[in-house]
């Protein structure tokens, strides 16, 4: 598994680029049904992807998730659309959309810096 690099150019500014994973999953999400992925061994950083423009998946490490249908104050929520997250305490990674799509999630291990340029 590949580390996660924040890289910075010449003049000191992150470039916004990160090395492609070698470990890419694709979870295929029915509308309301939630799947739980394992933490895989080893890995630090999560970055997600999805396939729909006009859906939204939720995500919960370690926890039930459910596609909201009112207010939920109780701090049990899923987050809408993740992007980039640590797992650092993570066993499990739990999501569901409410429309079917494709959820990709790509595994990095220890950050690091690296200066390009």
């Not at 109780?74 to 959820?103: F, K, Q, Y």
């Amino acid at each position: 598994m590949k580390n996660f690099v924040i890289e910075y150019d010449g003049n000191r500014q992150n470039s916004g680029a990160y090395p492609q994973s070698d470990m890419i999953y694709n979870i295929a999400l029915t509308s309301g049904a939630m799947k739980s992925v394992a933490r895989p061994a080893g890995s630090i950083i999560a970055v997600f992807s999805k396939s729909s423009s006009t859906g939204n998946f939720y995500c919960r490490f370690d926890g039930t998730v459910t596609v909201p249908s009112g207010d939920i104050t109780d701090g049990s929520a899923g987050e809408v659309n993740p992007t980039i997250r640590s797992l650092v305490g993570a066993t499990t990674i739990n999501l569901i959309s409410d429309a079917n799509m494709n959820v990709t999630l790509a595994f990095y291990t220890t950050p690091r810096v690296s200066s390009i340029g």
